[in-house]
């Protein structure tokens, strides 16, 4: 059985790590260096960093956020953030990403996504869904289309995605849990693996995910704002037979 993740994600706006409620109300949490140090330290399974300053800006990645983040760490690093070319894509992998999120592009135009996992593989393509109730959301949440998130996704999986990043917008940074309806309709039916995100408060809520049929977790504001450590978390799944590493 392949062993579960558990991954912080670090959003970045400008030279800030931040953190918001329902992708709003940003406030600053730190520095790409220190957080990676910090996360390296405490034995997570990877990072996804997002730039999410860069699609409402009209600009490509951070390159040199993810460059810091590959120096500071050994363990795989997924980035994301004004993905919109396979150029774009070509110089996150080389400035030391392993695997490419990409959003707004593939709500936009899915065929981009099949255009990047023939180049790149499916391997290193994950597509954020950012699921609202009624669709999903795009320009980190400023535009909203009236699109079934489970549709969205199987599309962009048959492109060539070879994950799905999927993002509850209505529980994001509330730590009130994920959004269990959302995992359950939408995991069991894609061939690919699936990170849930958006709303984790506590170990309990990252056990719920997976019991649920998610193939990873990912979290911010449970690192930043509560005592929950990524050791504590997996601890606490393995003590409940979720497989981890």
Known sequence: ??????????????????????????????SVRQAVQVFESRGVDEIILLDIAATPEGRGPDLRAVETAATECFMPVAAGGGVRTLDHIRDLLLAGADKVVIGTAAVEDPEFVRAAADKYGAQCITVSVDAFAGGVASHCGQRLHRTDPLTHAVRCVDAGAGEILLSSVDRDGTLEGYDIDLIRSIAPHLSVPVIASGGAGCAA???AAFEAGADAVAAGAAWQFTDL???????????????VR
């Open 1 to 30: 059985m392949l062993k579960r993740r558990v991954i912080p994600t670090l959003l970045l706006r400008g030279d800030h790590l931040v953190k918001g409620e329902r992708y709003q109300s940003w406030r600053r949490v730190g």
């Open 205 to 207: 809520d990252l056990l």
């Open 229 to 243: 450590t990524p050791r504590q978390a997996k601890a606490h799944l393995a003590e409940h037979g979720v497989p």
